[in-house]
């Protein structure tokens, strides 16, 4: 099984034989001066090679081995952050699995309760009975957040998923609004849906490219939702999609207040 390395993607690969005990972690090796090298991984290639070869003074830099069940993450490094220190870096969760606007929150809170100050837009997700979470942001003083976009459930519970003149207009307001609240003083500004809006025509990436690349340096972005465009994962420092492996959806398990909205 070959392997080619590349500083400026992030390489995904398929295992395809099966490992023993010892064995059941292949080694990735990024080579940052050779980073077009092949390499060749295969059921006797181990920790105890990859310490030979270590100490054999090659020119090994960096090391990193991530396991993801049946597939292998080999994440780069942006040279330009090494070194840095606080706030200020731009984070995407994305995915067709659960968690994606559950992990913004999260890092909301967290950064709230580190005395930050915290802005949260969602975009395309009008209305207000069917995100409890906002109940408790109302509580928490240096969390603000701002709403766009239409209610898309309807009485009956069914999704509205057509777009409109509307729909766009309520992005653009949203966009206007993080163009404001950069300049502001906030510490880290949440874009709940921002990758499925520019994927859905509702706001041009090159106006979001824009934000992103004229922020205040001091400023923290996380961007959420489904299918991010290419030139927002190129902006990105930090890049974690939630892959879906079982969910009780499929069961007929319904939506569940306090759980999933």
Request: charged share 30%; hydrophobic share 35%; net charge negative.
């Given at each position: 099984m070959g392997l080619?390395?590349?500083?400026?993607?992030?390489?995904?690969?398929?295992?395809?034989?099966?490992?023993d005990q010892e064995t059941n972690f292949l080694l990735a090796i990024w080579l940052i001066h050779n980073v077009h090298t092949d390499i060749n991984l295969n059921d006797n290639f181990s920790f105890k090679h990859f310490s030979a070869l270590e100490k054999s003074g090659g020119s090994l830099e960096r090391k990193i081995v991530v396991k993801l069940k049946d597939k292998f993450i080999l994440p780069t490094i942006d040279r330009k952050i090494i070194g840095h220190k606080g706030f200020g870096l731009i984070q995407m969760f994305h995915g067709y699995g659960k968690g994606k606007t559950s992990a913004g929150l999260g890092m909301a809170i967290r950064a709230a309760g580190a005395g930050k100050r915290v802005g949260i837009i969602y975009f395309d997700k009008g209305g207000s009975e069917h995100y409890s979470e906002r109940k408790i942001l109302d509580k928490i003083d240096n969390i603000?957040?701002?709403?766009?976009?239409?209610?898309?459930?309807?009485?009956?519970?069914?999704?509205?998923?057509?777009?409109?003149?509307?729909?766009?207009?309520?992005?653009?307001?949203?966009?206007?609004?993080?163009?404001?609240?950069?300049?502001?003083?906030?510490?880290?500004?949440?874009?709940?849906?921002?990758?499925?809006?520019?994927?859905?025509?509702?706001?041009?990436?090159?106006?979001?490219?824009?934000?992103?690349?004229?922020?205040?340096?001091?400023?923290?972005?996380?961007?959420?939702?489904?299918?991010?465009?290419?030139?927002?994962?190129?902006?990105?420092?930090?890049?974690?999609?939630?892959?879906?492996?079982?969910?009780?959806?499929?069961?007929?398990?319904?939506?569940?207040?306090?759980?999933?909205?």
């Open positions: 080619r390395v590349d500083k400026d993607d992030c390489k995904i690969f398929s295992v395809e034989a099966k490992y603000d957040y701002f709403v766009t976009g239409r209610d898309r459930i309807g009485p009956d519970g069914k999704f509205d998923f057509t777009t409109t003149e509307l729909d766009k207009k309520e992005a653009g307001k949203g966009l206007v609004m993080a163009q404001s609240l950069a300049k502001e003083g906030y510490d880290l500004l949440i874009l709940d849906e921002i990758n499925s809006t520019v994927d859905l025509g509702l706001l041009p990436v090159e106006e979001v490219v824009y934000f992103l690349d004229n922020k205040p340096k001091y400023l923290e972005v996380i961007l959420t939702g489904r299918n991010p465009h290419i030139l927002l994962r190129q902006r990105a420092h930090l890049i974690t999609e939630m892959m879906p492996q079982k969910h009780y959806f499929h069961a007929g398990v319904k939506a569940r207040e306090g759980l999933d909205y």
